[in-house]
């Protein structure tokens, strides 16, 4: 059974504006950990966010937010007033088990990713 | 302080030929994560070790695969008699273990082609 799930291949946003990247993920762990990273064509892993099953809040970086809604058991990602620079692949992953409230570091599981694009 | 190291970053085999990957993990951390990226997928974990130790290797090949980390020099994941299906994106991650820091650095990947 597929453990994380990103419905949308690909998606377009005009600059600007903000843009939801979903994901849903599968787990009967309690304890857990949601990423997001960021791969632009020039290959490298990016990481953006992360969130602790834990957690009560929702995680935000700058212009990154996660929507956590753990009885959905889902992990959207929302960028802010999208930049040309946001064209890249997305990608949801999640880790299970351990002390992940409180770190630690386990293997990760990820989606197939989601195909970003801005628009000037 | 020097992020995780990968090299080479572009390696191109012939079928049958071996392959030798690199990854030098950041100051100060000890655990290495291998994951491979096959085309338009996403990244699929390989193995994970410790120092002289392979914790899980449940995403390792049975066949041609190994990987080790040893006391002193990088981790190295090596694949033997390699196919054209071995194409693909092998990306080496580290991590400190730490309680407080729970992300997994990512190297810049290797790209492996095999013609």
């Known amino acids: 059974a597929q453990k994380i799930t990103q419905t949308q291949p690909g998606m377009f946003v005009q600059e600007k504006e903000a843009v939801t990247l979903d994901c849903t993920y599968d787990?009967?762990?309690?304890?857990?950990?949601l990423f997001w990273y960021k791969q632009p064509s020039s290959g490298e892993m990016i990481f953006l966010i992360y969130?602790?099953?834990?957690?009560?809040q929702n995680a935000t970086e700058g212009r990154y937010s996660l929507n956590f809604q753990k009885a959905r058991k889902s992990a959207n990602l929302v960028i802010s007033a999208s930049q040309l620079g946001d064209s890249a692949m997305y990608f949801c992953?999640?880790?299970?088990?351990?002390?992940?409230?409180?770190?630690?570091?386990?293997?990760?599981?990820f989606g197939k990713g989601t195909k970003l694009t801005v628009n000037p | 302080n020097a992020g995780v190291m990968q090299n080479p970053r572009h390696l191109v085999r012939r079928r049958g030929q071996e392959a030798r990957l690199r990854c030098s993990p950041m100051?100060?951390?000890?655990?290495v994560y291998w994951y491979r990226q096959l085309p338009e997928e996403g990244l699929k974990f390989m193995v994970y070790?410790?120092?002289?130790?392979?914790?899980?290797e449940s995403g390792m090949p049975k066949e041609r695969f190994s990987a080790e980390f040893p006391k002193e020099g990088p981790s190295i994941l090596r694949i033997q008699q390699v196919v054209r299906g071995d194409s693909a994106a092998y990306f080496c991650?580290?991590?400190?273990?730490?309680?407080?820091?729970?992300?997994?650095?990512f190297g810049p990947g290797t790209r492996l082609t095999v013609t």
């Open positions: 969130q602790g099953s834990y957690d009560e």
């Open positions: 787990t009967s762990d309690q304890s857990y950990g």
């Open positions: 100051k100060g951390h000890s655990h």
């Open positions: 991650a580290s991590s400190p273990r730490n309680p407080l820091e729970w992300e997994q650095y």
């Open positions: 070790l410790q120092k002289e130790n392979i914790i899980d």
């Open positions: 992953a999640m880790s299970e088990g351990g002390a992940y409230h409180q770190g630690g570091s386990e293997k990760l599981v």
